[in-house]
Nanobody, 123 residues
Framework: QVQLIESGGGLVQAGESLRLSCAAS????????MGWFRQAPGKEREFLVS????????YYRDSVRGRFTISRDNTLNTVYLQMHSLKPEDTAVYYC????????????????WGQGTQVTVSS
C-alpha cells in the first residue's frame, strides 16, 4: 500500500514561488506515473500535471503550463511541483497522487492520494 506525504505549502504573495514535495513509500515508485491535483474551496478537484515513471513524459494543464514544473527523483521516491508566478486563484489544497500506470494524462487513473498541503496566495 503506497503512502504519499506532501509538504512545502504555505502562504505567499502573488508573483512569488513555492516548491511542493511529495514523498512516497510502499510500492515501486519508478513504475508509476505521479500527478498533482488541487482543490479550491467550493470547487471540484482539478488535475494539474503528471509525470511518467521514468520522468521523460509530462502533462500540463493549460492554466499552469509555463508556470508550474513537475519533476521527480526516483532515488528519493519523491515528486516535486515547482510553482512560479503564483496568483491568488492558485490558492487551494494541493494533492499528489500515484497513477495506476507508467504514464497517464487521465485523472481517473490516479487512485492513491496524499493528505494534501495548503497553498495560499495573497494579492
Amino acid at each position: 500500500q503506497v503512502q504519499l506525504i506532501e509538504s512545502g505549502g504555505g502562504l505567499v504573495q502573488a508573483g512569488e514561488s513555492l516548491r511542493l514535495s511529495c514523498a512516497a513509500s510502499g510500492g515501486t515508485f519508478s513504475s508509476h506515473a505521479m500527478g498533482w491535483f488541487r482543490q479550491a474551496p467550493g470547487k471540484e478537484r482539478e488535475f494539474l500535471v503528471s509525470i511518467s515513471g521514468g520522468g521523460d513524459a509530462k502533462y500540463y494543464r493549460d492554466s499552469v503550463r509555463g508556470r508550474f514544473t513537475i519533476s521527480r527523483d526516483n532515488t528519493l521516491n519523491t515528486v516535486y511541483l515547482q510553482m512560479h508566478s503564483l496568483k491568488p486563484e492558485d490558492t487551494a489544497v494541493y494533492y499528489c497522487a500515484r497513477g495506476a500506470r507508467e504514464f497517464s494524462m487521465s485523472p481517473s487513473d490516479f487512485a492513491s492520494w496524499g493528505q494534501g498541503t495548503q497553498v495560499t496566495v495573497s494579492s
